[in-house]
Structures are given as structure tokens and as C-alpha cells.
């Protein structure tokens, strides 16, 4: 029994762990991995990507025509996906401008 109790108390501090240090990629990491894996797509296809599967962006990535539709996600999302991020200097997103 002592045993079972271990390996439990081991599987806890695992997952503990993992979600502390597990972090969502922000906007310019997921694209920046998307064309090292050569799947060239521009900052604009990728947030109506994640606009289109009611997923959070920040307005500064959207383009304008969707500019409403991203605030009104973006005011109503309930995930644990969104936050706020002060990007200080924005490289750019684009690879091929």
C-alpha cells in the first residue's frame, strides 16, 4: 500500500511540475516555429486561422477586416489560453517582406 501511495504522490509532483512550467507560445513563436517546419504562411492567414477557431489574438496581428470579429472573441474567450504581453520591439513577423 505504501508503495501505491508513492507512486502516486510521485505522478502528483510530476504534473504539478509540468504545469508550472508549461507556458502558451505567443503569437510570434508559433509562426516563427510554423516556417522553421517550412509551412510558410503569413501573419495574416495565421491569425484568421486562429480567429476562425474562435482562438484569441492580439488586435496588433489581425487584419482589419477582422479586426471586430478578433475583439469580440477576444472579450469572451473562457480559456486559459489568453493573456496580456507588452511586446517591447516587434521583429518582423514575415520572413519574405
Not at 2 to 19: G, L, P, R, Y
Amino acid at each position: 500500500m505504501s508503495n501505491n501511495s508513492f507512486s502516486n504522490s510521485s505522478t502528483i509532483k510530476q504534473s504539478q511540475h509540468c504545469a508550472q512550467s508549461a507556458r502558451w507560445h505567443t503569437f510570434p513563436e508559433i509562426l516563427q516555429r510554423l516556417h522553421q517546419e517550412r509551412i510558410f504562411i503569413h501573419p495574416d492567414q495565421l491569425a484568421e486561422f486562429m480567429l476562425y477557431h474562435g482562438l484569441p489574438v492580439d488586435l496588433c496581428y489581425v487584419p482589419k477586416h477582422l479586426k471586430q470579429r478578433a475583439k469580440l472573441i477576444n472579450n469572451n474567450y473562457q480559456g486559459d489560453m489568453a493573456r496580456l504581453e507588452v511586446v517591447k520591439d516587434q521583429p518582423s513577423l514575415f520572413t519574405f517582406d
